[in-house]
């Protein structure tokens, strides 16, 4: 059927390209996705679609307790124990997971920290008696007390900012409004569940897996069996999805599958179901938020005293830099004169959480956001005012003691946003109470990793020739859904001035790639981006013009390989957790519009409006795809994602009880860019995969409010409390 004029002008024209302001050919363009038609047709391999002819099947027995130790394991005498494999924490090496420390262990040792903690391995060539025999094994324990509340355990690790003279601020305050702010946890849900397929050779060690992080892998999987870096090799197959639930966890499924192929002298597939991935898996970290503000009567704001408090769970996995990210994020985009930031995050029994799409920003953000507008109420003002006459500007300085360098243009983008979604209109006529709502988020997320976590990843990034008289892109960083394998060729094509239909993408294995660190934190694109922009420039300049299939004839390949180079000017103190966080930010703004039924109390986002900074715009289909996914998944934080926890573990760990939003459900999305390119990203790029998770609950839980006439203050916002 032929397109409307009205949909051709509307809604495809904006997504095919978004200016520059430069005379560039790919850069900008909505190029079609690299793999997208093997995704399409059913060409792309997922792990479980590799044939293994021969290979075992794994399976991991768990904790069913939450805290104690481990007395007895008996193994039913109806199963041929002699035709399986089992692996205990006796056959690993060194039995810890090396993340950003190693408290964890590969294997419970006798001390049991959480509920579905990994006992022992099993591996079988019949998968159908694999899951008879893991059901054949029985643990005895000797139970002790667990600790599943937020502040009752030991602390995991602390973070303290302090900005200006904040008690005389407080002490001088003409209003001082203060709140607590809770969030849950939320489970990743992504499309693949989690999966490794190892193998060894000659002491040499073969992983290919579903994962975000080669690196991670082959470094966790070095540590524990005290292997040479030349003697594994991970690699990254198709991945469905991770939102950070691909970051951390695959390393400890890597070794789990690596120690079952190592004595059992065969391949073997470890490949979880969902039941098994939603329980066992790392999930978003729950929060508590205590949030004090000092102001003048007339909303100017002149201090925050800010606690956030975080659920480590039962190791430290990635905790530290989600913790991080939450504190340096927790002041929002706004001008503080002073300011004092506390965070914690404590131990519990829970099943440790981890990284998480924003992994901190949200938690955080939802609480200063949703205080904003509790401020602006108490003080009988229009939210959207009370934000605009305290926006941060260039010249300002942050309270980490970082000075704005570039112009975050708020006033500009929240005019667009309230104009976009009539929100004065809305507002006047959408009386408190009265079923429907309309309120707001300002917000912004820090491109790359926070402070010094850059310098110390120190990523590469390598491009070569190719005989055919196009170029290789050669990183790590990985095509999880969100357009890797897209964008690094649109920009390495745009750099060397060749067609992009010559540029092709080398998927991530670590043998043949460079390290150019995780795909995590919003970097992908802008921070690793700028170094294959700067790798095919070098490479161009190496070429001096000449044709690049005669000269790979007459020299072979040409490679060129950068390494991450700080921007100048930036300053960050470790020990004082002071200085410039990030080389940039990405802003926006949220309006959301609600309705709640009022015989079932069941919330509906019918409409969210985002304007939308993240500079430069490589891909615009794909830059729309990211902010439109992440809305929806902060909608279902904000309202249905409920993780239901007994004794730390997730008891809804299935589909048809853990719900999120589904195409029935989704809202009515506006996004609109409106860009400041940064000078050190590709092309003027920013960061764009987390920001659009930060802005939703905070607008949606307000909008609940209104239309409720209620105090609302945590998510998710079920229907049940609503009802109450």
């Known amino acids: 059927m032929p397109m409307s004029g009205e949909f051709k002008e509307k809604i495809l024209a904006p997504l095919m390209s978004i200016s520059t302001g430069k005379d560039l050919k790919f850069v900008g363009k909505s ?25 075992l099947y794994g399976k991991t027995l768990r904790s069913s307790i939450a805290c104690g130790r481990i007395k007895k394991i008996s193994f039913a005498p109806n199963i041929p124990w002699d035709q399986f494999t089992i692996v205990d924490a006796r056959d690993v090496p060194y039995n810890r997971v090396l993340q950003i420390e190693s408290d964890q262990p590969v294997l419970c040792d006798g001390v049991v920290l959480h509920r579905e903690e990994p006992i022992l391995l099993i591996a079988h060539e019949d998968p159908g008696l694999v899951e008879t025999a893991i059901r054949s094994i029985t643990v005895e324990y000797e139970r002790e007390p667990g600790i599943f509340n937020i502040g009752e355990g030991r602390i995991l690790k602390q973070y303290d900012i302090e900005e200006g003279d904040w008690k005389k601020e407080f002490a001088a305050a003409e209003v001082v409004f203060e709140g607590e702010y809770k969030t849950g946890a939320q489970e990743h849900v992504y499309i693949e569940t989690n999966g490794f397929i190892a193998c060894w050779e000659d002491e040499c060690l073969t992983v290919h897996g579903s994962m975000q992080c080669p690196y991670y892998v082959h470094k966790a999987l070095k540590y524990a069996f005290k292997l040479q870096d030349d003697q594994i090799n991970v690699v990254q197959m198709t991945t469905g999805g991770g939102f950070g639930g691909k970051e951390d966890f695959p390393s400890v499924l890597a070794i789990h599958a690596a120690l079952l192929a190592k004595k059992s002298g065969r391949t073997v597939r470890l490949i979880y179901d969902r039941a098994e991935d939603m329980a066992s898996s790392t999930k978003r970290h729950p929060s508590i938020s205590k949030v004090r503000t000092a102001c003048t009567k007339d909303g100017i704001l002149r201090a925050i005293d800010f606690s956030f408090h975080i659920d480590g769970g039962a190791y430290i996995t990635l905790s530290p830099v989600v913790l991080s990210r939450g504190i340096v994020h927790a002041f929002g985009p706004y001008k503080w004169p002073a300011a004092k930031l506390h965070a914690q995050c404590f131990f519990t029994n829970s099943p440790p959480y981890g990284a998480f799409r924003g992994f901190g920003a949200p938690q955080s953000l939802f609480a200063i956001e949703a205080h904003m507008t509790a401020l602006a109420n108490h003080l009988g003002m229009d939210p959207a005012e009370l934000r605009r006459r305290n926006f941060i500007h260039r010249g300002d300085t942050m309270p980490t003691g970082q000075v704005v360098d570039e112009d975050p243009n708020m006033e500009a983008l929240l005019d667009r946003a309230l104009e976009l979604s009539d929100y004065k209109t809305k507002r006047a006529r959408w009386k408190r109470g009265g079923g429907k709502g309309i309120s707001l988020s300002t917000f912004m997320h820090g491109t790359g990793f926070t402070g010094s976590g850059e ?7 390598g491009i070569a020739t190719t005989k055919d008289g196009g170029a290789e892109v050669r990183v790590s960083s990985t095509e999880i859904g969100q357009g890797t394998e897209t964008v690094f060729p649109q920009i390495a094509a745009e750099a060397l001035g060749i067609d992009i239909s010559k540029v092709s993408f080398r998927r991530p294995e670590t043998k043949v790639v460079p390290n150019s660190g995780p795909t995590v934190a919003s970097r992908t694109c802008s921070v690793v981006g700028k170094l294959v922009e700067r790798a095919a420039g070098k490479l161009k300049q190496r070429l001096a013009g000449a044709d690049i299939r005669q000269h790979y004839a007459q020299h072979g390949e040409a490679y060129e390989e950068v390494e991450y180079v700080p ?27 609600v309705t709640v039924d009022p015989v079932t109390a069941m919330p509906r986002v019918d409409t969210l409006t985002a304007t939308v900074d993240v500079g430069t715009i490589i891909n615009p289909v794909l830059a729309h795809g990211q902010m439109e996914g992440g809305i929806a998944q902060g909608i279902g934080w904000a309202t249905c994602e409920n993780v239901v926890l007994k004794e730390g573990l997730m008891e809804n760990h299935h589909l048809t009880n853990y719900v999120i939003p589904t195409s029935a459900d989704a809202a009515r999305i506006v996004v609109e860019f409106m860009p400041s390119p940064y000078s050190e990203g590709a092309f003027g790029s920013k960061g764009v995969g987390e920001l659009p998770m930060d802005g939703p609950g905070p607008a949606i ?17 079920l229907p049940e409390e609503m009802l109450k």
């Not at 310098?455 to 990034?461: D, K, T």
């Not at 002071?578 to 930010?585: D, E, I, N, P, R």
């Not at 609940?704 to 203050?713: H, P, R, V």
Request: hydrophobic share 40%; glycine share 8%; aromatic share 10%.
């Open 567 to 593: 921007r100048p000017g930036l300053v960050w103190d470790d020990d004082k957790y002071k200085g410039s966080a990030y080389g940039a930010y990405s802003w926006c703004v949220n309006v959301a519009e």
């Open 455 to 461: 310098v110390y990843l120190a990523s590469r990034v």
């Open 31 to 55: 190029i079609l996705r690299k793999e997208g038609i093997d995704k399409v047709t059913g060409r792309a391999r997922y792990v479980d679609d590799v044939k293994t002819p021969g290979a």
């Open 701 to 717: 839980v307000s909008a609940l409010n209104d239309a409720m006439e209620a105090k609302f203050t945590h998510l998710p916002l």
